[in-house]
Structures are given as C-alpha cells and as structure tokens.
C-alpha cells in the first residue's frame, strides 16, 4: 500500500535538520553573497523597502535577509525575522546586533500571524518547505498594510539547481523512497507558472517574477562529495548508512557521471536558477 504523506513527522524532521544544519548553513553559505546568496540583495532590492518600513522576514533562518533589510528601514522602521528552528534564531540573533527595532522569534510560518501590520514581507528560500504554503501567504496577506508587498525567492526546477539534484537523482536510484511520498520538493515553484499560480491563489496582485542565473564553483568532484556526506543532517545520513559500500560506490560513481557536464579541468562550474517574486496586497 501506498504511504501517505506524514504531516507531523515531516515538521518534526524539519526542524530537527534544521536546528542541526544551522550553523554550517550560515558559515558556508548564508553569511556569504556566493552562488544563490547573491539573490538577497536583489529580493531587497525588489522589495523596494524605505526608510521606517516595518519588514516580517519569514523563515528568516540565520538572517541573511533580514541584516540587509536592517540597514534598510533604518531606525525610524522595525523588522522582525521568524524561524522554526531555535538554532537559526539563536545565530540571527547572535550574528544581528541587537537594536530595539529588529526581532527574532521562533515561529512556524504556517501558524504565523500577526496583529501587527507590515509595509513589506520577505522570504527568501523558505515557501517550498511549507507543506500548505498557499494557507502561509493567504495568512501573510493578513498581516500586509493595504498596499503591502510580498517579495519571495524559491529554487528553480531540479535540472536548473544540479548542485541539489546531481547528488539527489544518484541516490534516488538506490533508494527510491529516500525522499518519502507526498514531502514538499525544493524545486516545487520552481518555474514562473508554478510560483504565480500559487501566489495568485492567495489573491496577491501585481505579481511579477523575475529569473536569474547564478553560479557556484566547486574545486572538484571530491571536495563536492565530501562536503556533501560531511554536512548532510543525520536523518539523511541514516538512510544513506542502509547501502552497502558497494552500493554507496555505485552512488559516487552515478553522482560523478551527473556533474561531468558541468566540469571543466576538474572544477565544477554549477549554474543555479532562482525565481524572485514580488507581489502587493491590493
Ligand atoms: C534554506 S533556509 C533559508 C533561510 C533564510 N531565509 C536565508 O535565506 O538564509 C530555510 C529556512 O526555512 C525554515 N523553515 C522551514 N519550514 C518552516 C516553517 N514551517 N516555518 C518557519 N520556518 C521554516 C528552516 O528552519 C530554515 O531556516
């Protein structure tokens, strides 16, 4: 019999990996403007956010958007950055000086309200992880003054992020439920139709998206692979510890063959899709 999709072991599992993969998220990532961390100025940017603004980052994470979104309101604005994970927010806040206008809170996105009204709200990398992610923005829509703006950023689709999918497909063939029927993928709204249908669902109007291209270089397969078994959460790592080591080569082996379109000399030039969308209330 089919498995159905398991709602609460799914937010369990997740703010598990994520109070675990927090702090190398934010070091090897999030504090950087590499690969597809050079999309938060752009949200920024598109967001249009001014002086005395009040800005809701949701699922904020470490608060890589939520620091640019600070220099931008100023003084005279407030923002406010929510996570599920505890560890996220716990570096946020250590990583944001702490101000009287700026906020972390750990929440769930998809039980966030606020009474309170926003002129803006962010969220970069964070709508595909919420399992009714048009329930999310019809509540954040709430939260938004009259003419409010959303401003979103999401994955592409698999084959436009191989840094996720090389990997990704390769075990997929030895395990085929390594990723369990009915979980919300990253690469969900990863095309222009997907992400409008599912803003304008939530009755946001203005909707425009705008697509980049960015790259992240890696030195070589090796340090690819690595990185990967090194980093991975442990729930991950238990599902991969179920093949055998000559399984586990074959992964290696299917991973290797993946990245050779994107190799030159050894190195691993990945491009990597992201979609921006901006959207107002009214
Ligand atoms: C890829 S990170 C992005 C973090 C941050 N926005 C950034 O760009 O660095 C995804 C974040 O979504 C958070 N997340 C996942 N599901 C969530 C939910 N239901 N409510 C709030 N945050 C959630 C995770 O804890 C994680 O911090």
């Known amino acids: 019999m089919k498995k159905k999709f398991d709602y609460n072991a799914y937010k369990k599992n997740i703010i598990n990996i994520w109070n675990e993969v927090a702090p190398r998220y934010h070091k090897r990532f999030a504090q950087k403007d590499i690969g597809p961390f050079q999309s938060t100025s752009k949200l920024v940017e598109f967001a249009k956010i001014k002086p005395g603004d009040k800005v809701l980052d ?7 958007v939520t620091k640019k979104i600070l220099k931008k309101v100023g003084l005279s604005g407030m923002v ?11 570096i946020a806040k250590k990583w944001n000086v702490h101000k009287n206008n700026l906020d972390f809170l750990v929440a769930d996105a998809e039980n966030t309200f606020f009474q309170k009204k926003f002129d803006i709200i962010t969220c970069q990398y964070g709508l595909f992880f919420f399992p009714n992610a048009s329930k999310v923005l019809m509540n954040l829509k709430k939260c938004l003054k009259k003419n409010g703006v959303l401003a979103i950023s999401v994955h592409g689709d698999k084959d436009t992020v191989p840094f996720f999918s090389t990997i990704l497909e390769a075990i997929k063939k030895f395990i085929p439920d390594f990723i369990p029927p009915g979980t919300p993928t990253f690469d969900r709204f990863g095309n222009k139709q997907a992400l409008r249908k599912v803003v304008s669902a939530a009755k946001f109007k203005k909707i425009k998206v705008k697509e980049y291209v960015f790259t992240y270089n890696i030195d070589s397969f090796s340090d690819f692979w690595n990185n990967y078994l090194r980093y991975v959460a442990k729930p991950v790592k238990v599902k991969l510890n179920t093949l055998s080591p000559t399984e586990m080569k074959k992964v290696k082996e299917l991973a290797r063959k993946n990245t050779l379109r994107y190799t030159d000399n050894g190195k691993i030039v990945f491009p990597w ?9 009214t």
């Open 273 to 281: 899709k992201v979609l921006i969308l901006t959207a107002s209330k």
């Open 80 to 90: 406010i950055g929510t996570d599920v994970s505890f560890n996220a927010i716990k």
């Open 58 to 64: 949701i699922a904020c994470g470490t608060g890589a």
